[in-house]
């Protein structure tokens, strides 16, 4: 029986082979009667999860033009970066892992089933009009299956292509940086015709990267610089959108990236030196379509199909790693049909099927693929001061190699409920809440990878609780918004690397990670006359992430590696008829390297300054907007990732024009 309902399922979302894209989803919620319990999320004030969104229009008044900088100013999220321009970086929320953390890029769920991990630094933001995280699972029911299937998700949102007249968007923006950093990006899009609009953007990035930084051994203190950083890197993508009637949508995207870079390595005491290079090839294709079937009914299907080659080489001389290419593939293809009977209620089943694959240059590789089929059910209520959402999610995992043993396939029910409440009808004072169980497929590197890797591999469980509350205030001249969310995330089967001697490790389920915490968020804007507006923005994260694997352990309960118990953030923005600018402050307290806080493993805390200062003008029907960047005022030294310094004082100068 169990198979017949997956080969229909597979079957039908095959059939329908389109894509799932947020572009229209305005438009759908303008619709009548839908607004109230449809897809549209929230503000960080109504939504009963903690939400926070970056718009293109805030993040140029806080001065925000990396991905790093725009995630510094969200509260729960803890970045692992390996310095520079370019350089990895990836997420984690709540300390539960960055594995947990989902990407969602203008709809649809970015994957990686080698390493689990997306590496955010490949995304630019010039050409960005939305950057959101949600804790636990969104507002917004009528959305793929495959979206409500981590502990969080960030979404990326791209400029939409133009559909109120016939004339070109244009966009430029050439960026240029301490050591040699050049980053030019546009965007061009029109409207062809009343109901069809295309665009296209791209950036490209070089930068040498040979910052320089000081290296400490005990009271000798010398001069260094990075070396072998040097990367080329650049994307490309191109969107339609085609407005088939006023109650259906089509949309598509085509998309490249491309990054050759250096590894520069980990820094040593007496050298530095490495000869590794990295190649990574991105390639995806989109359809989406969304539909007005009834009154009350709504459908959305979706397809991709997505390629992405690293190709690894190593000529640093004795070293045990040899080249490696590695390719893998995907196929989506996502369902969701959303029903609403009456105002205050809506219903969604969500259906996902997902063939990934991998191979290697490798001859011991195992060559796996995985069968995912996910399929959810939610339901949502709003009547007046009280919104109710929840859902259960039935995934399924079937595992295949062509060589050696697979691992044993998985079938899970993760259900979460979350609502919010407006306390006072005279007030925006809400009290909010959600609980989550969801669970972690190990990925194809943690199961097969040689030496490592272990089949026998259980998912990672993982249960949140979060309450809090929200608060906005509008004045004659003042506008305050406000949240306070304190949370307990547990995570069970957590996987870890055990070695068995000084060459073989082995990845295990031996951890539980227990994490208590806080996050608050406040943004107070000042109106002070027609010309002058001060706003400060700011944001706190505490996070206790104890280890509780083993009670007898001297190790039990110390903060697990690369968390920081304390970080904060904090902007003050003013805006004049002269010159914009802002300043911006981020901190975060000591972190371990290691579980067992071993010595020599401690990295201490610290805390930077950036400034910024930009300009508009007006010429005709151009905009031009020149902006300056002076980041790390201080020249503070340190590491987000041991023994991968950090760069010290820098600047950054651009020019943006818009016709």
């Not at 791209?158 to 050439?174: D, Y």
Request: glycine fraction near 6%.
């Amino acid at each position: 029986m169990g198979k017949t309902i997956f080969t229909v399922v597979v079957s039908a979302l095959a059939l329908n082979a389109y894509a799932q894209n947020d572009t229209i989803t305005r438009q759908v919620h303008e619709l009548e009667g839908v607004e109230v319990v449809s897809a549209k999320a929230g503000s960080n004030i109504t939504s009963a999860v903690p939400l926070q969104l970056i718009s293109a229009e805030k993040m140029e008044l806080l001065g925000v033009q990396t991905m790093a900088e725009a995630l510094n100013h969200m509260a729960g999220i803890t970045l692992r970066d390996y310095g520079g321009a370019g350089g990895m970086k990836t997420v984690s929320v709540r300390g539960i892992g960055s594995r947990h953390t989902s990407v969602i890029y203008d709809g649809m769920a970015l994957s990686d089933c080698q390493t689990g991990e997306i590496d955010l630094s490949r995304y630019s933001l010039d050409n960005v009009r939305n950057l959101q995280l949600v804790i636990g699972d969104g507002d917004n029911i009528f959305v793929p299956a495959r979206t409500n299937a981590a502990a969080a998700y960030l979404a990326i949102e791209n400029m939409l292509p133009p559909t109120q007249n016939h004339r070109p968007h244009v966009k430029g923006r050439l960026t240029y940086g301490a050591w040699n950093t050049v980053a030019p990006s546009f965007y061009y899009g029109r409207s062809i015709t009343d109901r069809v609009a295309l665009s296209v953007q791209g950036e490209f990035l070089h930068s040498d990267n040979d910052y320089p930084f000081r290296l400490y051994n005990v009271r000798l203190v010398t001069r260094e610089h990075r070396t072998n950083s040097m990367m080329n890197a650049g994307h490309a993508e191109g969107n339609v959108n085609w407005q088939i009637n006023p109650r259906a949508t089509l949309s598509c995207k085509l998309y490249y990236y491309d990054n050759n870079r250096e590894l520069p390595g980990i820094v040593h005491l007496y050298t530095h030196a490495n000869d590794e290079t990295l190649h990574e090839r991105n390639a995806f294709g989109q359809l989406g379509f969304r539909t007005r079937l009834a009154e009350r009914w709504w459908l959305m299907l979706g397809a991709k199909v997505n390629w992405a080659q690293s190709d690894y080489h190593n000529g640093t001389p004795g070293s045990s790693l040899t080249d490696a290419e590695y390719n893998q593939s995907e196929c989506y293809t996502t369902a969701a049909l959303m029903y609403s009977p009456c105002p205050w209620l809506a219903l969604d089943y969500s259906a996902d099927y997902f063939l990934n694959r991998l191979n290697s240059s490798q001859t011991y590789y195992s060559k796996p693929s995985r069968h995912s089929l996910l399929q959810s059910a939610a339901a949502k209520v709003h009547t007046g001061r009280f919104t109710l959402t929840g859902r259960l999610l039935w995934s399924n995992y079937l595992e295949r190699v062509e060589v050696g043993a697979a691992s044993s396939n998985a079938h899970r029910l993760s259900p979460s409920v979350s609502a919010s409440y407006r306390l006072l009808t005279s007030e925006n004072l809400y009290l909010r809440a959600f609980w989550k169980s969801i669970f972690r497929m190990p990925t194809f590197n943690e199961l097969y990878y040689f030496h490592i890797g272990a089949a026998t591999l259980k998912p990672e469980n993982t249960s949140q609780w979060n309450v809090g509350l929200t608060y906005r205030k509008e004045l004659q001249a003042v506008t305050l918004e406000a949240t306070a969310d304190a949370y307990i995330n547990k995570v069970k089967d957590k996987i870890i690397a055990i070695p068995f001697n000084m060459f073989v490790w082995r990845m295990m389920n031996l951890a539980k990670v227990s994490t208590h915490g806080m996050d608050v968020t406040a943004n107070v804007r000042w109106t002070a006359g027609l010309e002058h507006t001060l706003e400060w923005t700011g944001n706190y994260s505490w996070q206790r992430a104890g280890n509780r694997t083993n009670r007898q352990s001297a190790n039990y309960g110390n903060q697990i590696t690369y968390t920081p118990e304390h970080t904060c953030s904090a902007t003050l923005t003013w805006l004049n008829p002269w010159l914009n600018m802002s300043c911006t402050i981020d901190a975060l307290s000591e972190r371990w390297t290691t579980n067992e806080h071993a010595a020599g493993t401690r990295m201490a805390g610290y805390g930077e300054m950036h400034m910024s200062a930009y300009r508009t003008f007006a010429v005709g029907a151009t905009k031009l907007t020149a902006r300056a960047s002076l980041l790390n005022v201080t020249n503070k030294q340190y590491d987000i990732v041991a023994h991968y310094p950090m760069p010290g004082r820098s600047w950054r100068v651009s020019l943006t024009i818009e016709l």
